[in-house]
């Protein structure tokens, strides 16, 4: 008996690499009914919960691996006199924000970017992801001219990339704080055509290979008698990412 065909796919972004591997069950019109229930159950993992690139979160996971290790999180929010009344006010805020940030720079550079409104004291705020090289913190407090400014570092080991894009993809517009069809976060267009594309191969193994001393990893399964899948990311060190350069 032939050994099975794993699906796999395989997604990189600076030192992140996501991973996947599948046996898709094949529905029959023969099925029982806790046959058919078995099979779905993987199936909807396998449509739902790609290791790759299928939700938001996945995909800003991506651009934010981009940063590499020198990516900077800034929280820069309002004091009262300049507290935006609503989500286009804030949108306006940014948009001055950004317009000062070019001219200071005086070239392309890589930026994220979120509004929130609903958590917390329910003021509005504007997350920006920054590349060191590009903005040191206090450039950023000179640019922000209506309120504070604080920083931390995007890549974390409790959390990798994933634990601020988890973040930024929380809240989905209210249609009060956040207008219904308009979106909380964005990133330049450079940072999003970067990304690479999915690898895709077949295999007859399911196995995900994690190198040691990574600086973060997480995996995950579903699997029973008709089908599997096997999820796997991972956050290279420098010295094992730049040794692959």
């Known amino acids: 008996m032939s050994n099975p065909v794993w699906y796999c796919t395989r997604q990189r972004a600076g030192p992140l690499v996501k991973e996947c591997r599948a046996l898709r069950p094949r529905l029959s019109p023969h099925d029982s009914r806790e046959d058919h229930r078995d099979k779905q159950k993987i199936i909807r993992v396998l449509d739902q919960h790609s290791a790759v690139c299928h939700s938001p979160a996945d995909r800003l996971e991506l ?8 990516g900077t999180h800034y929280t820069l929010t309002f004091d009262d006199p300049h507290l935006p009344p609503n989500f286009k006010a804030v949108r306006a805020a940014w948009r001055a924000f950004l317009g000062r940030a070019v ?4 070239r392309p550079f890589d930026w994220i970017y ?15 992801v920054l590349h060191d090289r ?7 407090q000179f640019l922000w001219r209506q309120g504070d400014v604080d920083d931390e570092p995007v890549l974390r080991r409790e959390g990798g990339y994933r634990r601020l894009a988890e973040y930024f993809t929380k809240e989905a517009p209210d249609g009060l704080a956040i207008p219904i ?10 940072l999003r055509s970067r990304v690479p594309p ?22 995950g ?7 599997a899948y096997y999820y796997g990311s991972y956050i290279l060190s420098e010295e094992q990412f ?3 350069e």
């Open 242 to 244: 730049f040794n692959l």
């Open 114 to 128: 979120c509004i929130e409104g609903r958590h917390g004291e329910h003021r509005y705020h504007i997350h920006v």
């Open 198 to 219: 999915v690898e895709k191969w077949r295999e007859e193994s399911g196995v995900i290979e994690i190198p040691d001393e990574v600086l973060w990893a997480r995996r």
């Open 63 to 70: 651009c934010l691996a981009l940063f590499g290790f020198r």
């Open 181 to 190: 069809g308009r979106h909380p976060w964005s990133c330049s267009r450079s």
């Open 134 to 140: 590009d903005f040191a913190p206090a450039v950023v």
């Open 103 to 106: 001219r200071w720079r005086q």
């Open 221 to 227: 399964d579903t699997c029973n008698e008709f089908g």
